[in-house]
């Protein structure tokens, strides 16, 4: 059974850069795209990019001069970063896997949530 | 960006009711459509893909139609677990966006 654990600090001050990592078990993060969404509080879902095991990225353009994500499929984990956070930056952040390229996501981490504040 | 808006925005129901949610695309999407169901404090969990495949797992109750622009979701009798928010996301080009969601709740 494949599993995702996304990992990272829940606290994150105004103009610095959040880093998360989703760490996959039960299955390999090769042949798959692995994906990041996030949710603010009380809102819908947003999707933030995802990547491809040899290294192939696609952002949201609404956020995409503030975004990286990498693979690491020695670790079996994929990484994002999101630089200049501010207070719109609050949301649970998750972690998916799309196992077909089809854009669906069948298997999700828990969620962090991420609160920007001084 | 695809925009992708549902009806209705919630939704009071009984067990044992049949209920149908409605997403629509700004464009055509093919069949890249997804549905999803999220439980409170929960991530959301895969319904339907590719707007008429079943997910393994999840029971026959659900099922979804569409293609092109207009799809839905249908639960065919209401259990007790099924009242949560919906959300329908297309998969045919980048940003994969999410409908704004579609809250399920007891009658």
């Not at chain 1, 809102?43 to 290294?55: A, D």
Request: charged share 15%.
């Amino acid at each position: 059974q494949v599993q995702l654990q996304d990992s990272g600090p829940g606290l994150v001050k105004p103009s610095e850069t959040l880093s998360l990592t989703c760490s996959v078990s039960g299955g390999s993060i090769s042949g798959y795209y692995w994906s990041w969404i996030r949710q603010p509080p009380e809102k819908g879902l947003e999707w933030i990019g995802h990547i491809y095991h040899s290294g192939n990225t696609d952002y949201n353009p609404s956020l995409k001069s503030r975004v990286t994500i990498s693979v690491d499929t020695s670790k079996n984990q994929f990484s994002l970063k999101l630089s200049s956070m501010t207070a719109a930056d609050t949301a649970v952040y998750y972690c998916a896997r799309d196992p077909s390229a089809g854009g669906f996501l069948d298997y999700w981490g828990q969620g962090i949530l991420v609160t920007v504040s001084s | 960006d695809i925009q992708m808006t549902q009806s209705p925005s919630s939704l009071s129901a009984s067990v044992g009711d049949r209920v149908t949610i409605t997403c629509r695309a700004s464009q055509s999407i093919s069949s890249y459509l997804n549905w999803y169901q999220q439980r409170p404090g929960k991530a959301p969990k895969l319904l339907i893909y590719a707007a008429s495949s079943l997910q393994s797992g999840v029971p026959s109750r659900f099922s979804g139609s569409g293609s092109g622009t207009d799809f839905t979701l249908t639960i065919s009798s209401l259990q007790p677990e099924d009242f949560a928010t919906y959300y329908c996301q297309q998969s045919y080009s980048t940003p994969h966006t999410f409908g704004q969601g579609t809250k399920l709740e007891i009658k």
